[in-house]
């Protein structure tokens, strides 16, 4: 199993980010099956964004649950996060982690993970 | 929300030494507990589960061991290449991270 996360690496502030998540050897049309978003910010701890399954019921942070939005497209392998009005301090690594009832939900493996830069 | 926090901070061996790192839950979190290692430009590797199962692959020196809320990660005796970054990570209600521990061989 492999995930990817692709993004911009630079967004202005206010503006929208949307980063994909590809995956490999594995289908979120089974059931069982999951991927988290987690992000890091410089010099911080790991903070879970949320969680997308394989029925697409979806469960966010509570602090973002008003900015994000989780999508999958399974006949492409990906799933989305859209995250608006994007702030100085949304700057981080996005990563994207597999889970699986089969693996008794841990995270995965894991995506190397993207930067995300907001400046203004 | 439940924190995670670990110490310490940094721990500095030399080879062949054994390294315990703590993890403590805010509240109990049973045996929901995974310890994680990261090493620059890389992705996180999953190394233990439910705090005390080996992962897949996972070399016999890294152990686990705890419940409720302390817990620890033990490297029995150090090779260069545990150098990183270890993290521990609480699935009992929703999903939280410790702050790491780096690990200096």
């Known amino acids: 199993i492999t995930l990817k996360e692709a993004g911009p690496s630079l967004v202005r502030v206010t503006q929208t980010l949307t980063l994909t998540c590809t995956f490999s050897?594995?289908?979120?049309?089974?059931?069982?099956?999951?991927v988290a978003w987690i992000r890091q910010p410089p010099g911080k701890a790991l903070e879970c964004l949320g969680t997308i399954y394989w029925n697409d019921d979806k469960r966010y942070t509570s602090s973002l649950k008003d900015r994000l939005t989780f999508t999958k497209d399974t006949s492409r392998n990906q799933v989305v996060l859209r995250m608006t009005n994007m702030d100085p301090l949304d700057t981080a690594t996005y990563f994207c982690?597999?889970?699986?009832?089969?693996?008794?939900?841990?995270?995965?493996?894991w995506g190397q993970g993207t930067l995300v830069t907001v400046s203004s | 929300e439940i924190v995670l926090t670990q110490s310490p901070a940094t721990l500095s061996l030399p080879p062949g030494e054994r390294a315990t790192l703590s993890c403590r839950a805010s509240?109990?979190?049973?045996?929901?507990l995974a310890w994680y290692q990261r090493k620059p430009g890389q992705a996180p590797r999953l190394l233990i589960y439910d705090a005390s199962s080996r992962a897949t692959g996972i070399p016999a020196r890294f152990s686990g061991s705890g419940s409720g809320t302390d817990f620890t990660l033990t490297i029995s005796s150090l090779e260069p290449e545990d150098s990183a970054v270890y993290f521990c990570h609480q699935r009992y209600d929703f999903w939280t991270f410790g702050q790491g521990t780096t690990v200096e061989i």
């Open positions: 982690a597999h889970f699986s009832s089969s693996s008794s939900f841990w995270l995965d493996p």
């Open positions: 050897e594995f289908s979120l049309k089974t059931t069982g099956v999951g």
């Open positions: 509240q109990t979190i049973i045996n929901y």
